[in-house]
């Protein structure tokens, strides 16, 4: 049984669960593979604010209670729908608290499964841009997991990831997070900005390394640059693996 | 907490979610309501197949099942994202089953909260057209609650029913349930002309009696007559029951 851990936001959990089914090869409603999605956002703190240090709880706790509970119904494989949430001083901290809790369920990696996808999928690219929420950048999430294979990871400068990327996914009038059912023209504008703008410094490809921004970008590709998906890279690996079982 | 049944199929219980989600006045993640969302279809036998008497198992014991499963999550009020499982002998049964199991649970009912809706928003209708599947037809399911209500159902003829509903919903090929994450032209056209063809016999609104019909109409009117979606009907009502907590 597949977990689906979201509410992170809650649009990105949905999200996250409608690319699996879209890739399930079914004719009936029993075809498609079994999962659970917990969207329960009030218990688990932002994560970027944990990362820039302006929080003090770590959300790892209320995502191992969340997992354990999933584990309790028979979920063995997981996927957290937020990229951010993959960020060592949070997924460790996850992963040592199932260890300690004795909870037996295996987690994905967001991160490790994009990389893995470049170097299979795209095997002439070197360089490669990175959106992501500050708190991602401030540990490097992308950029480490990117240099380990050998890739060189193009991120924005600061001004571009406060105006454009931050704007975009948390600002209380027209970000993302804020209106998810219906992602605002103004947000649409700023990722698509930030993109070019990896173009400009010689990104050949560019990661949606964030959960929310795949929902105001709906492009395989900008301006020849092939735009990858986490969401959908790990759909296409988890409908491989569970399918097959 | 708020419990989802889904699975009915997947991209339904996505669809409930998403509209829960999209009506729930938020700015941030932590802003949106809990909830768990189960879809575990295989478990679940096709509605329509056993009210048809196709098929002998009644699904209502595997739905109490992950009900109760629900119940030990501490979720306390459930929407079951499909229609035809509210029909008499399988919901009947969901209750029997929560009973003797001694699951203490409160459910929503799509249909009930339908009628409710239309004597609440449109009050001066009378004559209500419905778009179901055939083992909703075959168990009067809205016939019998707009009756209570005083209004008249006005339901398709046996050849409409099969030729547009049932082939848009479970063909094999082009139905809603076998390509769910994008609906094809051939199923969006057959819903349609069924809307249409309530629309001749005197119908002045069309119920989607059906969680797959609004994937494949998105309108909330169609040549003047109000397009009534249970999901959105539901999802306003539980925002306002379960925001006012």
Avoid: W
Wanted: hydrophobic letters at 50%; one cysteine or more; a negative charge.
């Amino acid at each position: 049984l597949l977990g689906i851990l979201g509410g992170m936001g809650p649009q990105a959990g949905l999200d996250q669960a409608a690319r699996i089914i879209a890739m399930t090869p079914a004719q009936s409603d029993q075809d498609h593979l079994p999962f659970v999605l917990f969207s329960m956002p009030g218990e688990i703190a932002d994560r970027t604010a944990f990362l820039r240090g302006e929080a003090a709880d770590n959300p790892a706790f209320a995502i191992a209670g969340q997992l354990q509970k999933m584990a309790a119904l028979g979920v063995t494989v997981v996927v957290m729908a937020c990229n951010t949430a993959h960020a060592p001083p949070i997924f460790d901290v996850v992963l040592e608290q199932l260890r300690e809790r004795r909870v037996n369920i295996r987690m994905l990696h967001l991160v490790d499964e994009t990389v893995a996808f470049i170097l299979r999928e795209h095997p002439c690219l070197t360089r490669i841009g990175v959106l992501a929420t500050p708190g991602a950048y401030r540990t490097n999430l992308y950029t480490d997991a990117l240099a380990v294979a050998g890739l060189e990871a193009i991120v924005p400068d600061e001004e571009v990831r406060e105006q454009l990327l931050h704007a975009a996914v948390y600002d209380p009038g027209f970000g993302i997070k804020a209106t998810p059912g219906a992602v605002s023209h103004e947000a649409r504008q700023r990722v698509h900005a930030a993109v070019l703008n990896l173009r400009e410094h010689g990104a050949e490809a560019v990661v949606l390394g964030c959960t929310e921004l795949p929902l105001a970008i709906e492009e395989h590709s900008i301006e020849g640059i092939p735009i990858l998906d986490p969401a959908r890279i790990i759909a296409e690996r988890l409908t491989c693996m569970l399918g097959a079982e």
